[in-house]
Structure formats: structure tokens, C-alpha cells
């Protein structure tokens, strides 16, 4: 059935003026429903193909600090970015939302605040013990899910291949992600990975100095912007490394010299936890890595646990 141009437009007008968001895309014209948007972040994630330069550089700000976000008006992140206001509403508008108030309510259910499951926003003085307890959990409950909804999965494949074809892998961090990179080798190693972390930042150096085009760089810093695991990752580059890094920043100096780049969900908390909420996310991503390595060729990684195991015993470790 033809549809004659001029009704078209009436149809598209009436839709306009019902408060529908509604945008051209070469000749079709396509009509978002974003009450039907269940996750706004992996939504926004999914639609970056279809930004332009402006646009992806407010996506990936809005993904690395979504909590943030909720608590800023449209010219508070404008002026972070160096853009102007009316960029910031068009990209809201490019999605599908009606504007930044309508992007920004949705952002906030999405996270929890208007929901039954609320989100805690810190400890205050007067909780009690088992309301800490709550809130904290609550916390970490929220940060994994988030991470996990924004998963890509072809990212995710890409790093275990890395991981499951190098010769030796290195993991860099410093502060609470430096206690992430030992835990992550531990895992590797048990498993029977060349698996190998440092504590020191020097010596973080000279691990990456001994790294081939046939072994694997592996880096963790919320921001990616931290000293030590950057110097490392040069290092491991210029050796001729592939590189894997863990970050909440996408754009960041660290993503940017990576191969691969697994991102990870942060709210803001108030709650100054030292970088336990943090660690556990990127543990839980470490820990799926593992497993899905040992998954990846389950005969042989059962002869190596089970030979742990008897290892332990005999030596009277106990396990």
C-alpha cells in the first residue's frame, strides 16, 4: 500500500507534536519508544555506531560515570567536555529521549532511584550495623550487574583469545588494582598459565621489558590514567606486546594504547571504601576470564587442579 508523501508528513508531524521522538535516517523515518528501553546504558552503548565525533565523546562520559551524571544539568557536562549545551540536548534527542530532563529521569530509574530496590547513596553515622552491612552489598550488588549488562561479548572473546594464545601474561596495576593483578595471576597460575604480577612499580617496568610480541600485557586502572600501569603498557608495547587493559574509562590514555578493552561499571559513592567496591567488579571479571580459560580446554586444566590439589595435600597445605 502507497502512502502519498504529504501524509506522511502530516503522520510525522502529528507524532512530533504528541511529544514522540522520532528522527531521519536517510529516507526512513524511525520511531524510538524509549519507555521500552530497559537498560539506558547498554542502550546508549549499542547506538555509538550511529553518533558522530560529538556525540560518542558524550556517550563514553555518560558510561564511565553514569552516577554522575543523575546530579549534573546538561551545561555542568557540556563544559566538562568543551561542547556546547544544544550538543549535549541533540544527543539526548538522537537517542530517542524528548531532551536531557527526559534522558536524565530515565538514567535515574534505570539506576534504581525511583525503583523498589534502592540504591544507597553512602554510610551515614547513624546506621546501624546491619544497615552498613545492606548498603554495602547493595553497593557492590548494583556495580557487578551494571558491569554485566554492559558487557561485549565480541571484546570479551577477542581478550580470552589473547589470553588463551600467549606465552606469558603480565598484569600491571597500582594502589587496590595492584592487589587485583596479584589475584588475577594467582588465578592464571593455578590453572597452569605463565601468569606474573609485581608490586613494585619499577619492577612493574622491567616485568614489561621481558615481554615478546608473543605474550600479553594486562592492565588494571579504573581511570586508565594511572603512572605506573601506563609506563608499563609503553614499555610492553614498544617490546611488541598485545595489550589488554581494565578500565572504567574507555577513552582513556590506557584504553587508547590497548588491543583490547574491557570496560567496567563504577558509580559514585560516597562511602570512601578504598577501592573495595572496585576491586570486587574487576575480581568478578578476572574470575569469568579464569574459569572460561580452564573452560577452554577442560581435560588438561582438570589434570593440572586435580595435581594442585594432590600438591597441597602432600605438603599439608590443606585445601
Known amino acids: 500500500m502507497q502512502v502519498s508523501f504529504t501524509c506522511l508528513s502530516l503522520f510525522i508531524d502529528f507524532l512530533f507534536h504528541s511529544g514522540y521522538p522520532i528522527y531521519y535516517k536517510q529516507k526512513e523515518v524511525i520511531l524510538i519508544l524509549t519507555e521500552n528501553i530497559v537498560n539506558v546504558i547498554p542502550y546508549i552503548m549499542s547506538q555509538k555506531e550511529n553518533l558522530n565525533e560529538s556525540q560518542c565523546k558524550?556517550?563514553?562520559?555518560?558510561?564511565?560515570?553514569?552516577?554522575?551524571i543523575i546530579?549534573?544539568?546538561?551545561?555542568?557536562?557540556?563544559?566538562t567536555l568543551n561542547l556546547s549545551e544544544a550538543t549535549v540536548v541533540r544527543f539526548c534527542q538522537r537517542l530517542g529521549f524528548k531532551g536531557y530532563r527526559d534522558f536524565?529521569?530515565?538514567?535515574?530509574k534505570d539506576q534504581g532511584n525511583n525503583s523498589v530496590i534502592h540504591?544507597?547513596?553512602g554510610i551515614n553515622r547513624d546506621d546501624?550495623?546491619?544497615d552498613v552491612v545492606k548498603k554495602v552489598m547493595q553497593i557492590e550488588y548494583e556495580d557487578i550487574k551494571f558491569t554485566l549488562d554492559m558487557i561485549n561479548e565480541h571484546i570479551v572473546s577477542e581478550a580470552l583469545e589473547l589470553i588463551?594464545?600467549?606465552?606469558?601474561?603480565?598484569?600491571?596495576?597500582?594502589?587496590?588494582?595492584?592487589?587485583?593483578?596479584s589475584m588475577a595471576k594467582e588465578h592464571?597460575?593455578?590453572?597452569?598459565?605463565?601468569?606474573?604480577?609485581e608490586f613494585e612499580g619499577l619492577s612493574q617496568i622491567v616485568l614489561a621489558n621481558t615481554l615478546k610480541p608473543e605474550d600479553v600485557a594486562f592492565a588494571i586502572s579504573i581511570s586508565g590514567r594511572s603512572k605506573v600501569p601506563l609506563n608499563a603498557m609503553e614499555v610492553a608495547v614498544r617490546s611488541g606486546a598485545h595489550t589488554i587493559c581494565l578500565t572504567q574509562d574507555p577513552s582513556s590514555p590506557l584504553a587508547k594504547m590497548s588491543d583490547c578493552v574491557l570496560q567496567v561499571y563504577r558509580k559514585d559513592h560516597s562511602i570512601d571504601d578504598l577501592g573495595t567496591a572496585t576491586r570486587i567488579v574487576h575480581i568478578?571479571?578476572?574470575d569469568a576470564l579464569a574459569v572460561a580459560y580452564a573452560s577452554g580446554d577442560w581435560d588438561r586444566i582438570a589434570q593440572i587442579a586435580a595435581s594442585n590439589r594432590k600438591n597441597f595435600k602432600d605438603y599439608l597445605y590443606g585445601y
Open 58 to 68: 558524550i556517550a563514553d562520559y555518560i558510561i564511565s560515570s553514569p552516577g554522575k
Open 71 to 79: 546530579n549534573q544539568t546538561s551545561k555542568e557536562i557540556a563544559d
Open 104 to 108: 536524565r529521569l530515565k538514567l535515574a
Open 119 to 121: 540504591v544507597p547513596e
Open 128 to 130: 546501624s550495623t546491619i
Open 164 to 181: 588463551t594464545n600467549c606465552n606469558k601474561l603480565a598484569f600491571f596495576g597500582v594502589g587496590s588494582s595492584a592487589l587485583v593483578a
Open 188 to 197: 592464571f597460575l593455578h590453572y597452569g598459565k605463565s601468569a606474573y604480577a
Open 284 to 286: 568478578s571479571i578476572i
